[in-house]
């Protein structure tokens, strides 16, 4: 089984001094609008969840989905003490499954940011995250150039396709990322 990051790992992965290379506003603002639906694989503690909240208002809804439940605890406190509208629904996910059955046909966006190297059953996330969205739905999916050679890379996105996506392009470059956009 592959390594997962350790929970308290994830302090280190929401310094503020990584906004100065990895600024998740300007990352995600080309595929976020008010209202969406979207969901967050692999959160950790928000890095990207706290800005997605605020992006999609009030009227939208940030689903984040991660293994460890001490993650997702962090995650809430931080979002409650950012003040961010209450849009964020928390969910532990399995080994085996994302547990996003009820949510087929419905997300707009879905964020797989450094996440994926750490999962022992790729296809099936793929599948499931394809069953998730809506059509025409978008995934951005990224993973860090220290733990993911570009052959890898390639790997991921060829059995993405394999599960029905097809490639949108390339989003600007991310700091220390391999980086494409995936549609359903």
Not at 27 to 41: K, S, T
Not at 46 to 75: N, W
Not at 100 to 122: N, Q, T, W, Y
Not at 143 to 171: M, Q, Y
Request: aromatic letters at 10%; proline letters at 8%; glycine letters at 10%.
């Amino acid at each position: 089984m592959p390594h997962v990051c350790p929970w308290w790992l994830g302090y280190f992965l929401v310094n503020p001094v990584r906004k100065f290379r990895q600024d998740p506003v300007k990352i995600l603002a080309p595929y976020i609008r008010e209202g969406m639906v979207i969901a967050d694989v692999g959160p950790g503690m928000g890095y990207f969840s706290l800005p997605m909240a605020r992006m999609t208002g009030p009227g939208g809804r940030v689903i984040c989905i991660d293994l460890q439940e001490k993650m997702l605890a962090r995650l809430g406190k931080r979002a409650r003490k950012a003040g961010v509208p209450p849009v964020i629904e928390y969910r532990q996910c399995t080994t085996d499954s994302l547990g996003i059955e009820d949510l087929a046909g419905s997300v707009d966006f879905l964020l797989m940011f450094a996440v994926l190297h750490e999962v022992p059953g790729k296809e099936a996330l793929f599948a499931q995250v394809y069953r998730a969205l809506k059509t025409g739905g978008r995934v951005l999916f990224a993973e860090p150039k220290g733990h993911v050679n570009p052959a890898a890379f390639d790997a991921s996105v060829a059995l993405a396709l394999r599960c029905g996506f097809r490639a949108a392009g390339n989003p600007p470059a991310i700091w220390r990322s391999h980086a494409v956009l995936l549609e359903k």
